[in-house]
Each structure stands twice: as C-alpha cells, then as structure tokens.
C-alpha cells in the first residue's frame, strides 16, 4: 500500500541518491536513497523510514547514510520500501510516513516526533552529540529525547526489573535470569528501540533529574534509534513485533505440563517418574534433562583445555541405551524429550580444532569469557554445530534447554538461529523450541521461551516472579516460565502447591530444581498438596484451547500471552505497577496466592468479574479480600467474554478428548477466535489451520459462529458444550461445532422469575 501526504510547497517526493533538497532548506541538508541527511557541526544525523511502523533517527560520523546492521532487526531500513515524504515545517525538515513524522530543525540540532496526526510524541528538544576520546573502544554517541518536564519519566517494556513495572531507567544487559531490552514505550505515545554498531554492547538511557529529557547512550561513534509511534501498549508489542519478528507458534506440548529435573540416575527412574504421572492421574507433556541426558558428570571442573572422549554431542546410555527408540517409546506415551546445552565444549579435541579456527569466544571478543565457550555470531562455527546436532534431533529430541550463554548479550540469539537452521534441515516443517536463561531482542522469532534462572525456593522469589514474566512479555518475548519451587532448597508443601497454582497462569508451566535437593515431583509433597497440584494442572490441559489460540495473536500481534492489567486497564492508575495479579489474554485474571496464609486482597478493574467457572459477580473498581484453601486458585473473568475449554487429559496428544466446553460470561457482547492445527508442523504458516469465530449478542442472548479454514485433523474439537454464566441463573446446551451454527441460550426475559427461562435446546444448571 502508497500513502501519499501531498502538501503544497512542503513535501518532495520519491527516492535518489544523495542529492540537495530545495524548498528553502539549508545547505547542510541532503535526500538520501534513505531518508534525509543533515550534517550538523561534524556529525551526521539522519531521518528516515523503517518499516510500515517505525522510523530511524540515526547519529554518527562518516556513516555515509546508511542504517548500522543489527541482526536484532528482520529488516532494517531500506529492506522493504516503505513510502515516505520529505517534510519542511517552519524551521523543521525531516521525513513523513504513513506512522508519523520525524523532524529536526538543521541550524541547531533541535528535534521531534509527531503522530501520523500532528500530535507531538516527543517534545522538540537538542539531540546530544558524539563523543570522541582518544581511546577507541571509549567512544559514545548520546541522543537525548524531550520529555515535557512535568510528568516523571516511567516508561514500560525494558525487561528485567524489581517488582515495578515501570522504569526510569535501564541498561541492555543479561545474566543469570536477567534480560534488559534497550527498548521502551511512553505514555506519550511512542516506543523506541535503540540498536548500536556493536550487537554485543547494547545501549543504555537514563531520565534526567528535571524529567526533561532522557539521554540514551550508545557505546561506538554510531547510535540508531527505530522510533514507533505507539499509542498503547498493544500497538506497541506490534509494531516492536514487526521491527524484530514475530514470536512463532510454539509446539502445542509446550502449553501443557513440564516436569524438568537434575538427578536422573538411569532409565528406570525415567520410567518410574512416567509411571508415577500415569498411574495418579497427573498430566505431563515433556521430561526435561540435565547434565546427564548426555555426559554422567557435568563439565564444571574441567580445565580449559577440556577432557579427552568427553562426549558433547551423544548420549549418556546410562540413561538412553536405545536412545532414539526410547524417545519414541515415551513420545508415544504424551512425554517429549527436552535436553540441556551449554555454549561450550568438553571435548579436548574439539576445543583444540574449534580454537585453531578461531571459533571459540575467548579469540573474538575483548573481554574476558568462559574459555570453552563458543563464538555463535561466526556463520561457520554454526554450520559446524549444526551438522553436530544432526543425529540429536534425528533420534527425536523436542526442544532444547539453554543454559549459561549469557557470556556476551548475543550469545543466546545465535545460539538460537543455529538451533532453528538444524531444525530445518534435519527436522524439515517441525517447530523449534527452546528455553533460555536470558535473552536479546529478536530471539523470540526463532522459537525462543525464557525462564528467570537459579532462583532461591522462598515466599519472597515466589512473590517476586510474576513481575519478571510481566516485564519481559512487555519487551518482546511473551513465552516464559521459572523453575516451579524454586532451583535452590525445598519448598514445603504449601509454597510447591501455592507455585504450582500461580504455574497455571505463566506462559510455560515447568518445575525444576537442583541436583542436591528433592525432585520436584508432585507425589512427594503429601497427599494434600498432591490433590492441591493434581487440580492446578488439570485447570492448565483445560485452558490449553484458549492458551494456544492467544499464541496465535501473539504471532499474528505480538501481544504477549500473559499480560500486566495496565495494557488492559490504562487509565487505572492503580493497576500502573500491579504485578501479584495478571491477565491471561485480555479477560482471564489470574490472583494466584503468593504468600503464605491462605489469604490475599484482589484488585478488579472496571466492569462486572465473574469467579471463574461460577455466577458470582463481583463489581470492579475495588478490592475484595479472598480467602482460599489450598487447592483453590482465585481467578476472574471479565463479563462480556467467551473462554474456550478443553477436558481433563494426560497429554496434549490425546486432544481432542471430548467436547470443547465454551463458557460465555454475560454482561456484554463478546466474541473470541478458536484456532486449531496438527500443533507440531509449519504447516500453519501455509494456512493449514481451522478458526472459529464465536459471537456472543448480549441483547439476544445468542451464539453464533463461523469457521474458516481446511484443517480437518483428528485433533479438532467435533462437539462442543456451551455453558452461559448469569448472576441470575446459568445456561447450557449441547450442541455439533458444524462449521457454522447458532445457539439461543436466553429469550425474553421475565423480569419476575428471578432465573433465565430454558429453551428448547438449553437447560437451567443449578
């Protein structure tokens, strides 16, 4: 699509080569094949599109207009044409898209960003300047950004944090279960991600006392901001989306349960651990493996040169002695296999071949780094690491576990773009995925899910991780998880059901926990914490129709699953910083205990919330005190929704199971998109999917759907049960899912029944 701004005497048209503009302009402003160059006392700056989203404010010196490579980026400006304009406005010049202008007055470096609308994002302030000491790796380029000077400076979506959601200032940085995104998004309107010359040394910006500025700082004599005019937090996780790629539909596995452990001794505790979930009824999806899926002990005291036959790419047959065929077996069973990698290597050999060749990472990079570590930016160490993996992934491993790669802050996006290229090749049209201890922006486009590291088991770690999870989700990755219960120390029983409870509603649901202590397996908590988290993971297999269909619009949107009431709620201030409860999707609130006692209070926005799977409505714009027995997980739903639900099953194979069973929580009109496909292939990017639009007309009190879509798997959902939530009495019926179809669930009201009459294909539930 063109998008033409035609204004007279103000606007020149089209791309050239660098070349001077007329209209007035001064002599130091040029058109570029990218947008428009302004040299400003020695320095470049430059104006230009980037994408149908975003535009690039560009500082540096001798840069010869052109943006700086980030591989962050899936296109970087001029990869895709983008129609543009160039701007004169009183003293201002700059470039108009169809998102917004960006404009710079040229005698003193003052500049802006305005909305597609005229409205001004960032109020006009002098942009900063290179500095250039003599030592090379010192130099730093600075942007400041205008604030109006009136409103602090709190922004949203850098990553890690406390417990705030809000920031005033952050530094790109990873390290154990710590990701830092040099991103934000104002309320003003905007958000803006800054990229430097070097991927590996991330920029930084900091609020200025006066809040009338923020000054970013990028190491190098080059700084690169992608600015998004934004004016939510939703069209900000798109347009983040479209400038560093869509997070890919996971495997319909990881939505279920993830029983992960350190201590496997051989393959009858594997065995014994499957039986165990099978014979207590208790849902698992995948088995995840430490060390010694591959090697009896790990690799923390060998010596930098490595050890002689260590294995880095085969198997530990103490625990897979057919390997490939025990995979399959317990596949068949509902449980894939997921497998820790380290960055390095053991191997004497390999490390002496891989440092002739300069492929380890302590031969690229400055710093001091682990020496067995590997240099995944260099294109020819991952074509090797990729024809390593290749019998791995041909036996059948599922996902990946990436450990420790948080030696330089693109360890893990590499990491993952070679892992996602074997797939390819030896897994042709499976889904990758992973899960990482950290990351940087883009890694989610790969199939990338995170987790917040070697946490501590206590009240306080627990209590503190959902704000992670809403942090990241804000900066881009919206799959991620933590070890349930902790990876240091045992949790009682109380806090493992209390985390498991608050597990239904994380993005991946995974427990974990360090070789020394107790295995995380729900049997060895008591009989009442058993009951507690056989219920928590039940709710979860139910939720996974109306989990894997958000995972849709965060592919389609890249709005995360799991979601901070303020992206809902904007104009609550008090939800700003509200993190001990959540949102799953747009209606579904999770309140989860996070202290011990059985107690807590619970905010509700605006509107009417429903108790999850009940009648009882409770009015918003309040908090209500709850008190909760173990095994009773508080949720709301807001009226007004449909909620899709699956039955009870052991695994995500034995989908369908049953009839889908469709809730609808009345008080307004509502509609919500089922999505359906085989779960596992590609396939969907080609199409190969069914969607079913339901419709729910308050004032009728009727469903109504269509399908769409040729997916016809043995997996689809074939009946459906509709279940209608009523203060005044609830509704239900049975009925085909036929690829389009109505159901009257309430007539004519009789405003003295003090009930909903049944219908003919209703019938009141008590």
């Keep these: 699509m063109e998008y033409s701004f035609f204004k007279p005497a103000t606007l020149v048209l089209g791309l050239c080569s660098l070349c001077a503009v007329s209209f007035g302009a001064p002599d130091n402003v040029s058109k570029t094949e990218h947008g428009v160059l302004i040299q400003l006392r020695g320095q470049e700056i430059e104006l230009a ?122 530094r790109g940085e990873v390290s154990n279960g710590k990701a830092v995104i040099p991103y934000y998004w104002a309320k003003s309107g905007y958000c803006v991600l800054g990229v430097t010359e070097d991927d590996n040394r991330p920029a930084r910006w900091r609020a200025a006392v006066n809040n009338e500025y923020l000054t970013w700082t990028f190491p190098g004599s080059r700084a690169d901001l992608y600015l998004m005019p934004a004016a939510s937090l939703k069209d900000a996780a798109k347009a983040y989306s479209q400038l560093t790629g869509a997070a890919p539909v996971p495997p319909r596995w990881a939505f279920g349960y993830l029983q992960s452990r350190w201590g496997w001794t051989n393959h009858l505790s594997i065995e014994d651990a499957l039986k165990h979930f099978r014979d207590l009824k208790i849902p698992v999806d995948a088995f995840v493996y430490d060390f010694e899926w591959y090697t009896p002990k790990p690799d923390y005291e060998l010596p930098d ?298 905010y509700l926005p605006e509107g009417d919330w429903y108790v999850f799977g009940t009648n009882t409505v409770s009015k918003g714009g309040r908090s209500i005190e709850v008190t909760a027995a173990l095994g009773d997980n508080p949720a709301y739903v807001h009226a007004g929704t449909i909620l899709p639900l699956g039955p009870v099953i052991q695994h995500t194979s034995e989908l369908p199971g049953g009839p889908l069973e469709l809730q609808i929580y009345v008080g307004k009109n509502a509609t919500f998109t089922l999505v359906e496909d085989d779960g596992q292939t590609q396939n969907y990017l080609k199409g190969d999917t069914r969607r079913t639009v339901f419709k729910w007309d308050d004032n009728k009190g009727k469903l109504e759907w269509t399908r769409t879509g040729n997916y016809s798997g043995p997996d689809v959902f074939k009946e459906m049960r509709v279940v209608m939530f009523d203060s005044r009495g609830n509704l239900e019926t049975n009925c085909s899912l036929t690829a389009s179809g109505s159901v009257q669930l309430r007539p004519e009201m009789d405003s003295n029944a003090g009930s909903r009459p049944a219908t003919t294909s209703a019938r009141i539930l008590q």
Aim: glycine share 10%; with cysteine.
């Design 49 to 170: 599109p980037a994408g149908p989203n975003a535009l690039r404010f560009s500082v540096g010196t001798n840069h010869s207009s052109r943006p700086a490579s980030s591989s962050f980026l899936i296109a970087t400006n001029g990869a895709a044409p983008t129609a543009w304009n160039f701007v004169e406005s009183g003293d201002y010049v700059g470039v108009e898209t169809a998102a917004g202008k960006l404009l710079m007055n040229p005698r003193d470096g003052v500049w802006t960003l305005q909305a597609h609308d005229g409205k001004t994002l960032i109020p006009p302030h002098a942009f900063g300047g290179v500095d250039q000491p003599a030592a090379e790796n010192s130099r730093e380029v600075q942007v400041q950004l205008g604030w109006d000077g009136k409103d602090r400076v709190e922004v949203y979506g850098c990553g890690s944090a406390d417990s705030n959601l809000e920031r005033a200032s952050a």
């Design 305 to 602: 040169s490595g050890k002689d036959a260590f294995e880095d790419f085969g198997w530990n047959t103490n625990l897979f002695p057919q390997r490939a065929a025990e995979i399959q077996s317990e596949k068949a069973m509902g449980v894939h296999f997921v497998g820790i990698r380290k960055p390095r290597l053991g191997d004497a050999g390999l490390l002496k071949m891989v440092r002739a060749k300069k492929w380890d990472l302590a031969s690229n990079v400055p710093n001091k780094v682990p020496a067995r570590d590997l240099n995944f930016m260099d294109p020819n160490l991952r074509e090797w690491y990729i024809g390593e993996s290749a019998n791995l992934l041909k036996s059948g491993v599922s996902g990946w576990w990436n450990d420790e790669g948080e030696a330089t802050y693109t360890t893990y996006f590499y990491w993952n773009l070679a892992e996602r290229v074997a797939m390819d090749r030896y897994r042709p049209n499976a889904r990758l995925w992973t899960l990482n201890r950290a990351f940087s922006p883009g890694t989610q486009r790969f199939g990338a899910a995170v987790w917040t590291g070697d946490i501590v088991s206590s009240w306080q770690t627990f209590a503190g991780t959902p704000a992670n999870l809403l942090n990241w989700g804000l900066s881009g990755m919206p799959y991620s998880t933590c070890d349930i219960g902790g990876f240091f120390g045992s949790p009682s029983p109380e806090l493992m059901s209390r985390w498991m409870e608050a597990g239904v509603f994380f993005p991946i649901m995974r427990t974990h926990s360090e070789v020394h202590y107790q295995p995380h397996f729900p049997w060895l908590y008591g009989n009442e914490a058993l009951g507690a988290i056989r219920k928590a993971i039940d709710l979860r297999y139910q939720l996974i129709p109306y989990y894997y269909s958000l995972a849709y619009e965060a592919f389609e949107s890249g709005l995360p699953v799991m979601r901070p009431l303020v992206m809902e709620f904007p104009r609550d201030p008090k939800v700003a910083n509200m993190t001990d409860e959540w949102l799953m999707g747009d209606s579904l609130l999770a309140a989860p205990l996070l202290q011990e006692g059985g107690k807590r209070s619970v």
